[in-house]
């Protein structure tokens, strides 16, 4: 019998080629889902959507934790509930919460096929935020990636007005995303130390603070009207749109993961940009939408300079890792996995 600890070339392709596959299916499926629950639904409450889907992911990571604590089943590290832990994780979470719900009002506002270059200053904030609040630099070439991605969402914009398509609040909407999941990226990092460096603790108590921050907010955007007097709230297809849409949101954590275990962080984030090109043909396709030559040269732009900043800021990485050992490295990449308490962060 094979060691499986030393795969056959196959079977490592075979792992690679799952991993892909399902990250694509998911990041996917939960764009098109969603779509549909904030466009086609006629519920006028994005920021409950978003709040249920919350609550489902705290209630998995929650289950998940205790099916592994009871049965040993799979390996997911422990969940628990602290108010200080809740509170150093709060400021972390104001964003999340900016985040989730910009996502979903941008997605609400335009149309799938625009949803991505509509968020495609994530990378442009992230030089950004990183300088102001770390003081880190970046690379001239970085900067002129940056530059490329600015001017194919600019491009984008015009082209997607010519086609009389365009929402002024969605990409609005869009630029504030893109800040929070910048924002969001930097935060993580100072936080993470609150939770044993564990991701999937972050996820819960990020989740779990958001349920409360969400109840304010749906109370002055007037959602709770929308809901009770909605003619479907007891309709049980709708519910288990919205539950797999939660189930959705929380498997983009562990595919995300697997991807990069399966990969390289380098591979994962092509393997994003090339997800991102799939999706807006997709779209196009899906929904039969006609699109302008130079619209398609827009999405050609953006995704050319995210992939050209990717490989950028690999090299330099490699540059500064060159110097480590390799216990160093092994060792921070098992932090990453499994978090400060040696307790495994993914299910196998």
Request: proline letters at 2%; charged letters at 15%; one cysteine or more.
């Amino acid at each position: 019998m094979r060691n499986r600890e030393n795969p056959t070339k196959w079977e490592s392709y075979k792992q690679v080629i799952t991993a892909v596959s399902a990250y694509w299916v998911f990041s996917i499926g939960l764009v098109f889902l969603n779509k549909y629950l904030l466009s086609s639904v006629k519920l006028d409450a994005p920021l409950f959507i978003t709040w249920y889907q919350c609550l489902v992911t705290v209630f998995l990571c929650l289950a998940l934790s205790k099916i592994s604590k009871n049965y040993g089943i799979f390996k997911f590290p422990s969940m628990p509930i602290d108010a200080k832990i809740s509170r150093e994780v709060l400021p972390l979470s104001v964003v999340f919460v900016a985040m989730i719900s910009f996502n979903n009002l941008c997605l609400k506002y335009v149309g799938v096929s625009f949803y991505y270059v509509g968020r495609s200053l994530t990378t442009v904030f992230n030089v950004v935020c990183t300088y102001l609040i770390l003081g880190q630099k970046t690379s001239g070439q970085a900067i002129s990636c940056c530059a490329l991605i600015i001017f194919g969402f600019f491009l984008g914009v015009d082209q997607e007005g010519a086609t009389g398509t365009l929402s002024y609040t969605g990409v609005i909407f869009g630029v504030l995303a893109s800040l929070s999941v910048a924002l969001n990226a930097i935060y993580t990092r100072k936080v993470l130390s609150s939770v044993g460096d564990c991701l999937w603790r972050l996820t819960m108590y990020n989740n779990l603070n958001a349920l409360v921050l969400f109840l304010p907010l749906m109370l002055f955007n007037g959602e709770f009207g929308a809901v009770f007097y909605f003619d479907s709230l007891f309709d049980t297809t709708f519910w288990i749109l919205m539950t797999f849409g939660g189930i959705f949101g929380f498997m983009m954590g562990y595919v995300t993961g697997w991807q990069i275990q399966a990969t390289s962080p380098l591979t994962h984030n092509i393997s994003g940009t090339a997800k991102a090109a799939a999706q807006t043909v997709m779209a196009v396709m899906w929904y039969s939408e006609v699109k302008t030559m130079l619209w398609w040269t827009s999405n050609f732009v953006v995704l050319f300079g995210s992939a050209a900043y990717t490989y950028v800021q690999k090299r330099v990485m490699d540059k500064k890792n060159s110097g480590a050992s390799p216990a160093s490295q092994a060792k921070s990449d098992e932090i990453k996995l499994l978090g400060r308490d040696g307790e495994a962060e993914e299910s196998v």
